[in-house]
């Protein structure tokens, strides 16, 4: 069963505040038996400081040695103990303090101070900023000033002790933890009959999403069978994520943006997730893939890649590739950022458009054929196979119209094992180049020719299309996957 301590230095210093058996001090934390108390244990570590080699620093160090999830981290402590290293990530924040105090009437010099308790704060003009800081530096007590120099910035970031609250701070933090406390750390009692709890990151504004709704309920319903809790989370829910087991990724993924954000705080909690971070980072980009699967062999459409700074390499690939040409910008997905080149004169203009996006594209052959395979890949073994057509007088398999609108064609899903011998060789090839995780390769077959055109980090898993032929074994074989590496890193763990 889960179980949450809170650790302060002294237990006078939380004589303000409601009593509780899962308040102890540092000392009894560091080395009695309350502290520990296993793997499944949540610790907020309210030491008075974080100064390295300090009492707190101890709390936080060893928690995690003791495979605890701990608020604040050390990883977390080290970055506030110097601007050089928390001020590159505030840079990017300045931006959300200018529409709060636009209208401020302020002079160069101005300051302010925020307080953050669990990433909300007291001024409900900087809610979205105290989310941001929380998520990037999860510390329970922070202060923050800001100050006016040209346009608002952020000075400082420091952590504040819980001795040093005033009675205004006390009431401000007793409600930030008890709903902190209420919606991360204590999981809801109906949830204990399942062995595990899993979330689904998805966006239900997104266009066109790699698994439509029916798909998302069908793995809730599946997971029920199988004894795991499957929840639904929203990109605004980033502070729920500790509550889980494990993290799927059902959101087209970029590095720039919340998606990363998520695999990666998932990763530093120690759950499962697909997709992992590393995978995110090489199949986002097709530079990369292009040349990893380069350097291993693994074969391609014939393959340039160009800089803008290099003029003369594209009428080289024009020469070399011949027309129609198929120009693409590294991060395109759903078949956006592709275009087809049909002929010389219309090389410089098109690249163009890209490099603007771009500092790097690519240039491949243009390959013929009736549709596009998608090999679906996990762990490593091939577990289902699409044919993807393209609407009609269209090459791509995903058309995007001038008004907005969105043409696919059609598509026919069969056991991996009736696909082409050679289209499963190479789509298990460059998956295992990516990693052990969940991927769809996608494939294209000209004759006895098979070339690897991408791999996708997650791959569409659509309700009727997708679970065409294993039906409902489509999602038991990736939650039974999930399951399994669950078990394997709980065998894992120190027994308390």
């Not at 009959?193 to 966006?203: E, P, S, V």
């Not at 992992?276 to 990369?288: A, E, F, G």
């Not at 490099?355 to 395979?373: G, H, K, M, N, P």
């Amino acid at each position: 069963m889960t179980r949450t301590l809170i650790v302060v230095d002294d237990l006078r210093h939380w004589k303000p505040y409601s009593a509780s058996e899962g308040v102890i001090s540092a000392d009894d934390y560091l080395f009695g038996e309350p502290g520990r108390a296993g793997a499944e244990t949540r610790v907020i570590n309210l030491c008075q400081s974080y100064r390295y080699l300090s009492t707190g620093y101890y709390v936080s160090l060893l928690a995690e040695a003791r495979k605890q999830r701990v608020l604040p981290t050390v990883r977390t402590i080290n970055d506030l103990s110097r601007k050089a290293i928390y001020g590159l990530e505030t840079e990017d924040l300045d931006e959300l303090l200018q529409r709060p105090l636009a209208r401020s009437g302020t002079a160069p010099g101005d300051r302010l101070t925020l307080d953050i308790f669990f990433g909300t704060t007291p001024d409900p003009r900087f809610g979205e900023l105290a989310r941001q800081i929380f998520d990037a530096f999860s510390a329970p007590l922070l202060q923050v000033e800001l100050r006016h120099q040209g346009r608002w910035r952020i000075a400082s970031l420091r952590t504040l002790a819980l001795p040093r609250l005033t009675v205004h701070q006390q009431g401000a933090f007793a409600e930030a933890l008890d709903r902190f406390s209420g919606d991360v750390w204590r999981r809801p009692r109906a949830r204990r009959r399942y062995r595990y709890d899993l979330a689904i990151l998805h966006n239900p504004q997104e266009q066109l999403p790699p698994s439509n709704a029916r798909a998302l309920r069908n793995f809730q319903r599946v997971g029920r069978q199988l004894g795991i809790a499957v929840d639904l989370l929203t990109p605004k829910e980033f502070g729920r994520l500790a509550e889980y087991d494990a993290l799927f990724i059902r959101e087209t993924t970029a590095i720039s943006d919340h998606t990363y954000r998520f695999a990666k705080k998932a990763e530093a909690e120690g759950m499962v997730v697909m997709d992992d971070p590393d995978s995110i980072l090489r199949c986002t980009n097709k530079v990369y893939l292009a040349d990893l699967l380069a350097t291993h062999r693994v074969p391609t459409p014939a393959t340039r890649i160009l800089h803008k700074g290099r003029p003369a390499d594209l009428a080289a690939a024009g020469e070399t590739l011949g027309f129609p040409m198929v120009l693409k910008i590294p991060d395109g997905s759903f078949s956006r950022g592709v275009v087809k080149v049909p002929e010389p004169a219309e090389l410089p203009e098109a690249a163009a458009r890209l490099f603007e996006r771009s500092d790097l594209i690519l240039a491949q052959e243009f390959l013929v054929s009736d549709y596009d395979w998608r090999i679906g890949v996990l762990n490593g073994r091939p577990f289902y196979a699409c044919q993807y057509f393209f609407p009609k007088g269209h090459w791509q398999i995903v058309q995007h119209g001038a008004d907005g609108r969105v043409r696919e064609g059609g598509s026919r899903t069969i056991a991996a094992s009736d696909a082409p011998r050679a289209v499963l060789k190479v789509a298990t090839r460059a998956a295992g180049l990516i990693g052990n995780g969940l991927y769809g390769v996608d494939v294209k077959q000209s004759g006895e020719r098979a070339v690897v055109i991408e791999v996708n980090d997650n791959p569409n898993l659509d309700a009727g299309v997708e679970d065409g032929y294993l039906g409902d074994d489509l999602y038991r074989m990736i939650l039974e996957e999930f399951i399994r590496r669950l078990e394997r890193k709980r065998s894992l763990l120190p027994q308390a």
